[in-house]
């Protein structure tokens, strides 16, 4: 298996090299990329000058809890869907809406839930909120979120 420089008649090759060309262009289109100034999208806002502490305005919150056993709970005290319909349109109506909290136990009924995040809907709250979701970061099959619970 011989080699041969050029054509079979012993001729020089004539063709160029091209190789070192390439890794030079290459080279120069990297550099041109790294200094290039980084493009930077920036909007100006002007944003409202700090209001002093003594001025905060401490918004009332309601909370709906819903329990294992099925119940309702407004701020603590059992109620059932006619009153949460009532307590909701009573909201409504003050000068400021006090944000409303929802906070299903993780026992709590899906049906019971789903029941109630619709009459939330159907009243027109705007300030709404799901609290407490942190339990519900951990999902394992059959078994408890905490495997420690069970030892021993």
């Given amino acids: 298996m011989a080699m041969s420089g050029g054509k079979d008649d012993g001729s020089p090759m004539i063709e160029m090299n091209v190789t070192p060309l390439i890794d030079v262009m290459l ?10 100034p980084p493009i930077t999208n920036s909007v100006n806002i002007d944003l409202p000058s700090p209001s002093p502490s003594n001025s905060i305005v401490k918004t009332d919150k309601n909370k709906i809890i819903l329990t294992p056993l099925d119940q309702i709970m407004w701020n603590g005290q059992i109620i059932d869907d006619g009153q949460l319909v009532t307590n909701l349109q009573a909201t409504l109506k003050l000068p400021v809406e006090p944000e409303l909290q929802f906070e299903p136990d993780p026992q709590a009924s ?30 394992q099959k059959g078994g408890p979120a905490n495997p420690t619970r069970n030892a021993g």
Avoid at 27 to 36: H, S
């Fill in 27 to 36: 080279v120069l289109l990297v550099m041109l990329i790294m200094t290039l």
């Fill in 110 to 139: 899906y049906n019971l839930s789903a029941q109630v995040l619709n009459i939330i809907k159907a009243s027109g709250v705007t300030k709404f909120g799901f609290v407490g979701n942190e339990q519900y970061r951990v999902f």
